[in-house]
Structure formats: C-alpha cells, structure tokens
C-alpha cells in the first residue's frame, strides 16, 4: 500500500454535525472520525499531506459506544474517536468539491 493510500485511511469521514460547521466558521477547526489507534502525530501528518494545509493543534476525543435494545436483546453499537483539527489563520480544506 502506497503512503497516500495509508494517510487517507487516518481519516475515514469528515463530521458535518451543526457544532462542527461552527467551529469551522468560527475557529477554523474542521472534525474527522479517525481509526481508534491513530494519534495525533499520523494525523497531523495525514491532513497536512492530503490537503498541504499548516495544522495548528490536534485534539482527539474517544465516545464510548451506546447501548441499544431490540426488545429483550441488549447490546452495544461501536465507539467511535474524533478529531478536531485547528487549521492556521487563513487556511482552509476543501472538503467537497461541488460545494
């Protein structure tokens, strides 16, 4: 697998929640759901390879996962691990390209 491929992978999805458009708007920070084993040195690197922006700070945060019910049956839906990339000042990723 080529390095590109391998970087792309640390970012599985870009989160477009109405908290993360804000931040982007307001803070220049953009969310990404990331794999559970990635830290911020392979992320940081992942976003500022793909994208050839500067990043500022990474912050991660790992949510643990839900319990859900199906009548009687109890189980657990997946967790899940975020990241919020600071981007610097006047920096900006194109996330979608027929916006």
């Not at 992978?9 to 990331?34: D, S, W």
């Not at 990339?85 to 916006?99: D, I, R, S």
Request: aromatic share 6%.
């Amino acid at each position: 697998m080529d390095e590109s491929a391998r970087l792309r992978k640390l970012l599985k999805r870009p989160l477009q929640t109405e908290k993360a458009v804000a931040m982007t708007e307001r803070g220049n920070t953009y969310v990404f759901e990331v794999p559970k084993h990635a830290n911020k040195v392979e992320l940081r690197r992942a976003v500022e390879t793909l994208f050839e922006v500067k990043v500022v700070q990474i912050r991660t945060v790992k949510l643990p996962g839900k319990k859900k019910r199906m009548g009687r049956f109890e189980g657990m839906r997946p967790g899940v691990k975020k990241a919020y990339v600071t981007l610097a000042e006047g920096q900006e990723l194109e996330l979608y390209e027929n916006v």
